[in-house]
């Protein structure tokens, strides 16, 4: 017996509640000028997509859903920072 909230298994639903928080800690990298470097986001959005895709294979698509949502905020965060320094690169133009 599996105790379940709204139909998903309670793994499910705490994992993936667990992503929404660290999304919305992001979300002030995001906005403001601070970026990490490039390579930080480009593993850590890497490895959150693996991770997703694990999630998948047990059926935990909630947690698959928040998984992607966070690597796509750390592949943002890696584009921004890229965006950035090739903006420095060329003058400012």
């Known amino acids: 017996m599996s105790l379940e909230i709204l139909g998903r298994t309670w793994q499910d639903v705490v994992l993936s509640a667990g992503s929404l ?3 919305i800690s992001l979300i002030p990298a995001l906005r403001g000028p601070d970026k990490p470097p490039v390579s930080t986001g480009l593993l850590t959005g ?3 997509t693996v991770y997703g895709l ?3 294979t047990l059926g935990l698509w909630l947690s ?3 998984a992607f949502l966070v690597a796509g905020a750390w592949y943002a ?3 921004q920072k890229w965006l950035c320094g090739r903006e420095r690169g060329s003058g400012g133009r």
């Open 21 to 23: 928080v660290f999304f």
């Open 46 to 48: 890497g490895m959150l």
């Open 54 to 56: 694990i999630y998948a």
């Open 64 to 66: 698959l859903g928040g």
């Open 77 to 79: 965060l890696a584009l």
